[in-house]
């Protein structure tokens, strides 16, 4: 490359005769333009980044977040409140993310079973993945339009803010909104999972002028500062470039894995002003730093209603000996009764309800400890 373009030079040169063809000379320029190019590169071409977001998908994004805020607006359900309709019980959204396969799609059919007026499912499955899925009852025409999504890039995010409209649009009863991925697995019944969300106490905030304390559901989303490495991820797109918007000091990191209140799920559909910040892409000399989905939604949460959010997971994940961002992935031999029992324990007020990452091969022997082990509580 870098040889093409001196060649092109040098004849060009030639052509204006502004280099006389003595072969002394040519060596001189040679030798004088190779250092000179490689200071001048880097300042005249624009540095590489990793992957963006097409803009073809952000158009169709911008509609289907329009539709959602407008459906939410209208249905009254925006609010967050714990009133409700009468007769209509509250719902959670269960929003899959995948990029391979529903593997454990069996084991959560067995979770499912019996509560079908409690729950919806959600996919987004990533396009050319689509042919691998065997939908099962509750999955089977769940599918919601999806995009192509990427380690590395915000196309993670869009992923899941696609999952949280099409939720908000579907069901007005939608309260809770779970992002499961394709290696997670429950820890607990069904009914100990609902129970659990909706008996939480929430938060009190003052309805209006008249000072009444309103109860509103709480979101479920780690968000931790000062962590080590914070700063290289806020710097992943260039220095100083998410200034105005997020301030180092509003930076935050979290769990990709949550579950949300309604009125959280409708402030992230709605946002503009961090998306903007958040959807460019990072420099490709700091691909190391750059897990977008990790910092989007805390960081706004915590922005917008620290208050509403328990700062924690209830999503197991284990990160000891983590491998390249990826953490540790159960394989068949690892499944017991025990390890169940020991992935529920937290040090928060509530038990683990999910975990991940979960080997494929470890559906078999998932199942079999169902009924006798998980699904007992
Ligand atoms: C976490 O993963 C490590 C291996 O990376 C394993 O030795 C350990 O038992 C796991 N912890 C739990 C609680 O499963
Ligand atoms: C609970 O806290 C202790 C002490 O900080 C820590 O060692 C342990 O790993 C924590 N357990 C979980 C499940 O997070």
């Not at 320029?29 to 200071?39: A, D, H, R």
């Amino acid at each position: 490359m870098m040889m093409r373009v001196l060649c092109r030079i040098w004849e060009q040169g030639r052509e204006r005769r502004m280099i006389p063809s003595s072969p002394f000379l040519v060596s001189f320029f040679l030798l004088v333009s190779v250092p000179v190019l490689f200071v001048l590169a880097p300042r005249i071409l624009p540095p590489k980044t990793l992957p963006s977001i097409p803009d073809r998908d952000e158009i169709d994004d911008l509609a289907l977040f329009r539709r959602a805020t407008l459906a939410s607006a209208e249905g009254g359900g925006g609010g967050g409140g714990l009133r409700r309709r009468a007769a209509s019980p509250p719902k959670i959204a269960f929003m899959f993310l995948t990029n391979s396969d529903l593997s454990f799609a069996p084991l959560w059919e067995r979770f499912f079973r019996g509560h079908e007026r409690l729950f919806n499912v959600y996919v987004h499955a990533d396009p050319s993945a689509r042919f691998l899925l065997t939908p099962t009852p509750s999955f089977g025409g769940r599918f919601i339009p999806a995009k192509a999504t990427q380690r590395g890039s915000p196309t993670l995010i869009s992923a899941a803010r696609r999952l949280l409209a099409a939720a908000l649009v579907d069901d007005p009863d939608n309260a809770f909104f779970a992002l499961i991925s394709q290696h997670c697995i429950p820890l607990h019944s069904f009914r100990f999972t609902y129970r659990a969300l909706l008996s939480d106490p929430g938060t009190l905030k003052p309805a209006h002028a008249e000072g009444v304390l309103r109860r509103r559901h709480r979101s479920f989303i780690e968000i931790l500062s000062g962590e080590p490495g914070l700063r290289d991820r806020y710097a992943a797109r260039g220095d100083d470039v998410m200034l105005p918007e997020v301030s180092f000091d509003q930076f935050r990191v979290g769990s990709q894995f949550f579950i949300l209140a309604r009125r959280h799920a409708l402030m992230i559909v709605r946002d503009r002003r961090l998306w903007k910040k958040f959807k460019m892409p990072c420099l490709k000399s700091r691909e190391d730093s750059c897990y977008p989905e990790e910092h989007y939604f805390p960081t706004l949460l915590d922005m917008q209603d620290p208050e509403g959010c328990t700062r924690y997971t209830l999503t197991r994940v284990n990160w000891t000996d983590s491998v390249g961002g990826h953490p540790h992935t159960y394989q068949p031999p690892e499944i017991s009764g025990h390890l169940i029992k020991l992935l529920r324990k937290s040090n928060s007020t509530y038990s683990y309800l999910f975990a991940r990452k979960f080997s494929p091969h470890c559906l078999q022997p998932l199942l079999k400890l169902s009924d006798s082990v998980i699904f007992r509580d």
